[in-house]
């Protein structure tokens, strides 16, 4: 079985063993590991396959020149980084079904991949294992010695983690941006660490020697990578396909999953065209159904069920402890005599750690605009405290989230431990064009959505929703908003941990 529609099998006499909801890392890990338990699996992903070259032959568009395939049903672009030089730098697009959600709250603009894949397909690579104390305290009830040694080795194996040559990396000109950042890290006595990641560092050289086709060199990135990263299609997704067992219906978005009278669910399910329209709308019953659609799918999709009574059994923490990572980006003015390269891979390679003393770990961003621009990027990951919650609106018809702009000052007073300590040092400035018109801190979004059906909360210790039997989370929503660096790795872990336990006493 490969790509299908959910057609034929539609009928409400047919009975699926498991449903899947969503292609991320959590639904890739519970389809591959049911599939080698026996178990057929069905995934459906309200984004494309992205398995198909457009008409200019590749599959994905790069980061200067963003096009129909960039955003998810947007008639103009929403770049993270909306201006340069104070100049807004968004363009008009034609609404499609494309890669990257700029899913839009009260006060927050949440990123996303759609696709089969999800999040593997836009993320930047960076594949962090946090301290072994820091994930102790954002998930007290899992065990941290089992965590640290079969979950997070199974889960950077299957990803196809690897580092970077550090030998090479002294010299690459496309990491010039990168040691300028420890330069200037280190000058002030902060801790610069390089972190593993999936695209491969191989690949990468043979793209800086000339000799492979250019992506991580080429500005690709948040759009999609059309060579050198190892996205789940390569790994959790074409193991599972390999089984045999798994099939995938990518434009499929579930709307609704109710009990069905003598056991299983029914899961109501609309088919989409590449703009967006609702072409039928079908259902089909699942004897077990996972639900794999990221933090905010995952969410939205429960809050709504156990607003509007479809599955009533849901408990109070439903839509609860919602994070965003602590997300904040800030950007710094360097001196001539310190310029971060006109050639800069899309891939990170290193973060600034200062998370102990300041609450913030830091990561060294590209700026892959093919020009010299004087400018260090970073994205820090902080210790926020805020938490929002998820509530349905009848009135809209739609699941509101109540994050609050202010609710990011921690998080900048956290990166600031980090950044004023370097701007001071180095005689430097904040750079105050990147996200708005004399605006320092990119405070409005955040990449790292977690929470909403916490672990141990709104589901047993291992995923199983509380009042329904045979209803499974399986994806960031049961990170209690925050790991402390980048989350898949922890996501797929995690998901590692409790689908064994799940095939070992439900199935
Ligand atoms: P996710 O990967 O989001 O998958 C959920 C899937 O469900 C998506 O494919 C959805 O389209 C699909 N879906 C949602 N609702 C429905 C529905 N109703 N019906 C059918 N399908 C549905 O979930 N993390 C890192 O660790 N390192 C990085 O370097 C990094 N960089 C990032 C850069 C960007 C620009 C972005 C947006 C994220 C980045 N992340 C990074 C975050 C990471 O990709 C994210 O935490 C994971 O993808 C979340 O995994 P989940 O399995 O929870």
Known sequence: MGVAALAGQASATTRIPVLVIGTGYGGAVAALRLAQAGVDVHMVEMGLAWDTPGPDGTIFANMTNPDHRSYWLRTKTKQPLSNFLGFPVDKDISRYTGILDAEEFSGITVYQGRGVGGGSLVNGGMAVTPRRERFRAVLPSVDVDEMYNVYYPRANAVLGVNTVDPVWWETAECYRFARVGRKHAQRSGLQFVFVPSVYDFDYMKREAAGSAPRSALAAEVIYGNNHGKKTLQQTYLALAKATGRVTISPLHKVTSVTPTAGGGYTVAIDWLDTAGNTTASVTTTAAKVFFAAGSVGTSKLLTKLKATGGLPGLNNEIGKGWGDNGNVMCGRANHMWDPTGALQASMPTAGIDNWDAGGAFAEVAPIPTGMETYASLYLSITKNPHRAEFSWNATTGK???????????????????????????????????????????????????????????????????????????????????????????????????????IIANDL
């Open 399 to 501: 699941v509101d989230l109540n994050w609050r702009t202010a609710w990011k000052q921690p998080a900048i007073e956290a990166a600031k431990t980090i950044f004023d300590k370097i701007n001071a040092k180095e005689g430097t400035i904040y750079r105050t064009d990147l996200f708005g018109f004399c605006k320092t801190w990119g405070d409005q979004l955040t990449y790292h959505p977690l929470g909403g059906a916490v672990l141990n909360k709104a589901t047993d210790n291992y995923g199983r929703l509380h009042g329904h039997p045979g209803l499974y989370v399986i994806d960031g929503a049961l990170i209690p908003g925050n790991t402390s660096v980048n989350p898949f790795v922890t996501i797929t872990a995690l998901a590692e941990r409790n689908i064994e336990n």
